[in-house]
């Protein structure tokens, strides 16, 4: 997030003002978690998060779906209960807006963990009741422990699940989001150079 502030045009930071601030978590989350060789894989990702930010609640709830669900059928024992509250929670609170997706991918995800789907059942209702609630307090937990999830899980392929996470996550919001052509502008030459040297990125293109 720090290369995306960068290539803004915006003061060095890892939380730019041009992308969601859930994404961004989102993003600095897959990075930490990310091996070491595969996280040059992440940088053809920087310029698509770009102008990706809007106020409306209903994208957070988006996000926390797309990561709770990525993570629910791997993850360890211990985490599927909260990823299942945050599935549950998340569907109350999302609206219908190209929903049918997020619906489909919940009803699998739980599908996938019927032990910690009937304990999260007793408990979703005491959770937030609107989409505003949820941004606050059950999105970012939600998006956290999904990352978590996935980098505990005994899987052989987690950088794969992490990146396609992020892709996943940011293709749901480009879908969301109405971009300008400023915001979404290509990079320069010079800029991929750069974002090369800095990633150890072999190909940015």
Same mark, same amino acid.
């Given at each position: 997030?720090?290369?995306?502030?960068?290539?803004?045009?915006?003061?060095?930071?890892?939380?730019?003002?041009?992308?969601?601030?859930?994404?961004?978590?989102?993003?600095?989350?897959?990075?930490?978690? #990310?091996? %070491?060789?595969?996280?040059?894989?992440?940088? *053809?990702? /920087?310029?698509?998060?770009?102008?990706?930010? #809007?106020?409306? *609640?209903?994208?957070?709830?988006? /996000?926390?779906?797309?990561?709770? #669900?990525?993570?629910? *059928?791997?993850?360890?024992?211990?985490?599927?209960?909260?990823?299942?509250?945050?599935?549950?929670?998340?569907?109350?609170?999302?609206?219908? +807006?190209?929903?049918?997706?997020?619906?489909?991918?919940? +009803?699998?995800?739980?599908?996938?963990?019927?032990?910690?789907?009937?304990?999260?059942? +007793?408990?979703?209702?005491?959770?937030?009741?609107?989409? $505003?609630?949820?941004?606050?307090?059950? $999105?970012?937990?939600?998006?956290?422990?999904?990352?978590?999830? /996935?980098?505990?899980?005994? /899987?052989?392929?987690?950088?794969?699940?992490?990146? %396609?996470?992020?892709?996943?996550?940011? %293709?749901?919001?480009?879908?969301?989001?109405?971009?300008?052509?400023?915001?979404?502008?290509?990079?320069?030459?010079?800029?991929?150079?750069?974002?090369?040297?800095?990633?150890?990125?072999?190909?940015?293109?």
């Amino acid at each position: 997030m720090e290369l995306v502030s960068f290539v803004a045009g915006e003061p060095w930071s890892d939380h730019p003002a041009c992308t969601h601030p859930l994404l961004s978590s989102l993003a600095r989350l897959i990075n930490d978690h #990310t091996s %070491d060789g595969a996280r040059p894989r992440l940088a *053809p990702l /920087i310029p698509n998060v770009i102008g990706l930010t #809007t106020d409306d *609640p209903q994208l957070d709830v988006r /996000i926390a779906l797309r990561a709770a #669900t990525a993570a629910l *059928p791997v993850a360890p024992a211990e985490r599927q209960r909260v990823l299942a509250v945050g599935v549950l929670v998340a569907n109350r609170v999302l609206d219908d +807006r190209a929903a049918d997706e997020m619906r489909r991918l919940s +009803r699998e995800a739980l599908a996938s963990a019927p032990h910690a789907t009937q304990w999260a059942q +007793r408990f979703a209702n005491r959770s937030a009741s609107s989409a $505003a609630a949820f941004r606050r307090h059950g $999105a970012p937990t939600v998006v956290r422990g999904a990352v978590e999830g /996935i980098a505990e899980a005994c /899987i052989s392929n987690v950088d794969e699940v992490l990146h %396609d996470l992020l892709a996943a996550a940011i %293709d749901d919001c480009q879908t969301w989001v109405r971009r300008t052509s400023a915001d979404a502008r290509s990079l320069e030459a010079d800029d991929w150079a750069t974002l090369r040297r800095l990633t150890g990125a072999a190909s940015a293109r």
